[in-house]
């Protein structure tokens, strides 16, 4: 058996760009995500990783597949929850759905994973530019991010030794449904958004499927954060 590629929230954006490329290079690809994803030879395992029980069913079964595989794996950490949000007004329990998509979500993923990945593996965290920096109203989005960066230091850490390496890509402004969600469909704010860059457009999907991709295939990035933004302006 080849490589096998693990991607959560694939079913739409980013996730299913990657899978697309994981497919053209001859992995097994399989989406973890609420939804099919839309690209042929993808299996879905159907999970809510902000349950708790449905994301530990789904870890069982991945154990059950990683037991039987021989090639390295490639475990991309993508599936995210974003609200409108401030730190003055969020409650506790947005708060915690944030962070049990994006931070609990992958420790139930690593821990069961992790120790069944071989050498030549890599596990890839797909933040966001606000794992390093911040934005009014995105709060617990900003704190699961930065969150992110954190997990995948510690990561690198504590697998030294075993040749399974670890980066966390960090897209800019992204044309996806979670960005157009996010500022309601309106075309003019995603124009600004494009803006605020040296390319003046968003960063188009497959473009940070090109990041996951070759960070994969690249272990001397390990513990690396990796910036795909077109040169954000900084203010």
Known sequence: MGPTAILTGASSGIGAAAAA?????????????RRDCPVAGVETYS???ADD????QTCSVLASRLRD??????????????LKDRCDTTEDADLLRVLAVNVIGINVLNRTLLPLMPKGSSVLYVGSTLSEKAVAGAYS??????????????????LMGREIHT?????????????????????????SLGEMNSFGRLVAPGEIADLILWAH???????SVMHGNLGQVEH
Request: glycine share 8%.
């Open 69 to 82: 595989a021989e090639g390295p794996v490639c475990l991309v950490h993508n599936a995210s929850l974003m």
């Open 167 to 191: 980066a966390l890509i960090c897209p800019g402004f992204t044309d996806t449904s979670m960005l157009r969600q996010h500022v309601g469909h309106d075309e003019g704010i995603l124009s």
């Open 53 to 56: 029980t449905s994301a530990k």
């Open 141 to 158: 989005y900003i704190v699961s991010k930065h969150a992110q960066l954190g997990m995948m230091r510690a990561t690198c850490q504590d």
């Open 21 to 33: 490329q994981f497919v053209e290079q001859g992995f097994t690809v399989i989406n973890v995500s």
């Open 47 to 49: 999970t809510d990783l």
């Open 217 to 223: 295939h690249h272990p001397v990035i390990n513990g």
